[in-house]
């Protein structure tokens, strides 16, 4: 009895702790949509075309025509900043939404002349590399290109690595 009081509640407790708490992370991972991330099962770098930070500059300087499309959610598009221009067309990350991928399809195919050069930009890049295939695999767009890194930047096996938009000094929009 003594050993009880000494441990807070005592070996049981603990257990029955931490099994809710992995429980717990293991909800919220997956509600937040963080499963699967660590292991692509295709490697979008040979499938996807980038333009970096560099190239975004020299065809800013040369005047070359391309739209920046962001691919985020609404929330992350209106409250995590953004490219200023660029366009929202949502995607949904590992086809978890494939009405909205459908979607998104339909509507850059309406809004876009197939050979128009077009940047993607996402958080991490990943959304951004998805969409991107399936637009040149699925719909035939020859010009279509993803900001290695996202938004934020990222360094994932299977996606197109970078430091990311922000990290690169290009201009944001802030709110």
């Keep these: 009895m003594g050993d ?6 005592g070996p049981r407790r603990r257990r029955r702790t931490a099994c809710l708490l992995s429980v717990l992370i293991a909800a919220v991972t997956w509600l937040g949509g963080c499963t699967g991330h660590d292991h692509p099962s295709e490697d979008y770098t040979r499938r996807v075309r980038t333009a970096d930070a560099n190239t975004i500059r020299a065809w800013s300087a040369e005047g070359r025509p391309f739209t920046l499309v962001d691919v985020r959610s609404e929330g992350e598009f ?4 953004r490219a200023p221009g660029a366009e929202l067309h949502t995607w949904s990350i590992f086809n978890r939404d494939p009405e909205r991928n459908q979607a998104f399809l ?4 309406e809004r876009f002349r197939s050979d128009e050069t077009i940047v993607l930009l996402c958080s991490h890049a990943m959304r951004a590399s998805q969409a991107a295939a399936a637009l040149t695999e699925q719909r035939g767009f020859t010009s279509v290109y993803v900001f290695p890194g996202g938004y934020e930047g990222h360094h994932m096996k299977g996606y197109p690595a970078g430091d990311g938009w922000k990290a ?3 201009p944001i929009e802030d709110w």
Excluded at 4 to 9: E, I, Q, T
């Design 4 to 9: 009880r009081a000494s441990c807070a509640g």
């Design 78 to 81: 209106d409250s995590e900043g």
């Design 106 to 109: 339909d509507e850059m195919s």
């Design 168 to 170: 690169a000094g290009l």
